[in-house]
């Protein structure tokens, strides 16, 4: 049975930063795509950030870019987003997904339909505040 469990998220003050992980179990990580997608309240779920499985290449989204990194350890089978210079806009529930045969080789292919990824976590509340 695959599980994916996110934990990290919490509340930080504007330019802060959190560290999520997604602990991953019952798969091997290092042979999925695997993406951060986030949810605000009204608004659609949307890819943050996504990681390959074939080269770990990785795709940030424009509204991210250059603050949050995506990552991944083999050894404790867990997905990483580092997340830095937290914004007012940055708030949402953020998520884990992953899969086996949806492959990340261009923006478009992370910045995509979430039914494209088989595998969901439960998700992660951020929030940023003063």
């Known amino acids: 049975q695959v599980e994916l469990v996110e934990s990290g998220g919490g509340s930080a003050q504007p330019g802060g930063s959190l560290r999520l992980s997604c602990e991953a179990s019952?798969?091997?990580?290092?042979?999925?795509?695997a993406a951060w997608f986030r949810q605000a309240p009204g608004k659609e779920r949307e890819a943050v950030s996504c990681?390959?499985?074939?080269?770990?290449?990785?795709f940030e989204a424009d509204s991210v870019k250059g603050r949050f990194t995506i990552s991944r350890d083999s050894d404790s089978n867990t997905l990483y987003l580092h997340m830095h210079s937290l914004k007012p806009e940055d708030p949402a529930v953020y998520y884990c997904?992953?899969?086996?045969?949806?492959?990340?080789?261009?923006?478009?292919?992370?910045?995509?339909?979430?039914?494209?990824?088989?595998?969901w976590g439960q998700g992660t509340q951020v929030t940023v505040s003063s």
């Open positions: 997904a992953a899969d086996l045969y949806h492959e990340i080789s261009s923006p478009s292919t992370c910045f995509t339909d979430p039914s494209d990824f088989g595998h």
């Open positions: 019952g798969i091997t990580l290092d042979h999925y795509a």
């Open positions: 990681i390959s499985a074939s080269d770990d290449t990785t």
